[in-house]
């Protein structure tokens, strides 16, 4: 289960380097993440299984100060996750860690060495839940 308040794509396909379909914003420009104690962070839930992909993807956390974030926007934190773990049902999580964060924050998907043909996620931005 997932909290909606942060949601930032829904059962979408990831094929090519893209942000998600929503930002989150903190309405500050250095929100203290992390600072309660509870690991904050990226939530990757794979709806449809990815295929043809060569090595497998980076997920990224990203962030500006300004709206609309983009794949431009400067990189806070990244993971990369190969193409046999990116199955149906699989839940990633990626920390925020302790760094600042600005304001506005995103999703990056940064297909490595090829487009994917197919592959789906639904990302949200939240404590870690212990199911990841």
């Known amino acids: 289960m997932f909290d909606y308040l942060f949601l930032i794509q829904a059962d979408t396909a ?3 380097d893209a942000v ?3 930002e989150m914003n903190f ?3 250095n929100p203290g993440v992390n600072k309660g104690g509870v690991p904050w962070g990226l ?3 794979v709806t449809t299984a990815f295929t043809g992909l060569d090595e497998g993807a980076n997920f990224s956390i990203v962030h500006q100060s300004t709206a609309t974030v983009s794949t431009a926007s400067e990189v806070h934190t990244s993971m990369f996750i190969p193409v046999d773990e990116l199955t149906a049902g699989a839940h990633f999580f990626l920390p925020a860690c ?3 964060m600005l304001q506005y ?3 990056l998907f940064d297909a490595l ?3 994917a043909s ?3 996620t639904t990302c949200y931005f939240g404590p870690a839940n212990g199911g990841e």
């Open 43 to 45: 939530h990757v839930i």
């Open 105 to 107: 924050v995103g999703m």
């Open 14 to 16: 990831n094929t090519v």
């Open 27 to 29: 309405g500050v420009t």
């Open 113 to 115: 060495s090829t487009a």
């Open 98 to 100: 302790s760094r600042t």
């Open 118 to 120: 197919a592959g789906k």
């Open 20 to 22: 998600g379909t929503n």
